[in-house]
């Protein structure tokens, strides 16, 4: 990823909240992969697109750090009736998956900006291998459970 030089501070600030956004919910379905499967083929295929997408050239993470505004962003506290309610472990994996893919959206439209630095393909593509993923994820999670 090329800097973002000339990206106003609150679009980047949208990237790096979906960049966060992507990571965390990639790490959880890598985590039910990993320790709930024990499957290396598909927490391999996480992990691969988890660090693909994380990872960026300094310039580029350090605009990302100096547009970060945690304290001030008016979503941070927001909840929504019955989010916090437990889940199954399926349920999980696609409240993750949703997530991920929603957050892949955004970051995919946001680097069609001009002077963005940031590949679309990348991000379409891997909005693309997640839909795979979830639907195997999901599907074996199913079947562990006895579902």
Known sequence: MAPAEAMPEKT???IDVNLNRAGEGLRVLEDLARLMLDDSALTQRLKTIRH???????PLYKKLLEARNSPGD???DMEVPGEKQ???LHELAVANARRVQEALRVLEELAKLPGSGLDHNKFRQARFELYDIERTLVSKLLRKDGK
Not at 52 to 58: A, M, N, T
Request: hydrophobic share 45%; no cysteine.
């Open 74 to 76: 008016v979503g941070a």
């Open 12 to 14: 980047l600030r949208i």
């Open 52 to 58: 693909e997408l994380i990872k960026s050239e300094w």
């Open 86 to 88: 437990q889940k199954e």
